[in-house]
């Protein structure tokens, strides 16, 4: 194999591993002093969500259109939990999408003669509850601690778009928070509301690759895998590189002067709107 495309290949591959393998950031290991409690019954230490819009490349013609995204909402939260009479509903996402999300994990941390043990719990899918707004899971039908941290991590895939919508439970209190939505630049979004405890960050990422244009030819208009590999077939000497499409990036932060802070009602986080789709076609 000549040695310049093998690096070509190589470079490729590194720049592409970065761009899918974007991972959830996950909370520190626990400590003794994780389970001393604070002023509320359930407390988040920790929640990291990310939305990002899983793509399908067009082999073809390179394009790039709505009916090629998805969207994904992943999280992982880790909640402190004091044992009290009643239910200790938590909500996870309201019921505006196509798709109910669906528990990966849920870990059962307590301590016990002074050490910190867990288990983790089997039949997730019975854990999922819904009512009419939103899909909550029962905190307290597992508690048999004083008092317990509980890491859940869940997901869900959805084609329904118009409305992306996360929001704070009632009467809990937030440690650390931050929710990335990396937008596809074909979507445009409203913010509608932009809630006072969070701060809003925004950034442009590359996003995946949309399609192939001729190194040799700049003002080419840029075509899909297959078209370049049968062109470099039939003209050995061509050369198509990677064309990536961008990603809006918005990052909302848990500021400091709302630590702590729980709310009688549900406080929206993040509430977009989208209001315009513009397609990336080649002409």
């Given amino acids: ?62 394009e790039v259109s709505d009916q090629q995204y998805k969207l994904s909402i992943e999280s992982i939260i880790r909640i402190r939990l004091r044992k009290i009479d009643g239910n200790a509903d938590f909500a996870l996402l309201p019921n505006i999408f196509e798709s109910d999300p669906k528990i990966r994990s849920i870990e059962y941390n307590y301590v016990e003669n002074n050490k910190i043990k867990n288990k983790k719990f089997k039949n997730l899918d019975t854990l999922l509850l819904k009512n009419d707004s939103i899909n909550f899971v029962n905190l307290s039908s597992f508690m048999k601690d004083s008092v317990a941290i509980i890491d859940l991590f869940f997901s869900m895939i959805s084609q329904k778009k118009e409305r992306i919508v996360i929001f704070n439970n009632t009467n809990v209190s937030y440690h650390d928070e931050k929710i990335t939505v990396d937008i596809p630049e074909i979507y445009t979004y409203k913010n509608l509301t932009i809630a006072d405890c969070m701060s809003l960050e925004l950034k442009q990422k590359t996003g995946g690759t949309m399609g192939y244009q001729n190194v040799n030819s700049p003002n080419a208009p840029v075509t899909g895998k297959i078209m370049a590999d049968v062109i470099k077939k039939d003209f050995p000497n061509a050369n198509y590189r990677p064309v990536y499409y961008k990603l809006n990036s918005n990052v909302y932060t848990l500021t400091k002067e709302c630590l702590d802070i729980n709310s009688s009602i549900y406080s929206a986080t993040v509430n977009l709107s989208l209001i315009r789709v513009t397609p990336i076609k080649n002409n």
């Fill in 1 to 62: 194999m000549n040695k310049s495309y093998f690096f070509t290949i190589l470079i490729f591959f590194i720049i592409t591993s970065k761009i899918f393998c974007q991972r959830i950031e996950k909370p520190d290991n626990l400590k003794l002093t994780d389970f001393l409690t604070g002023t509320t019954s359930i407390e988040v230490l920790f929640q990291r969500t990310l939305i990002s819009f899983p793509f399908e490349e067009d082999k073809w013609r390179g």
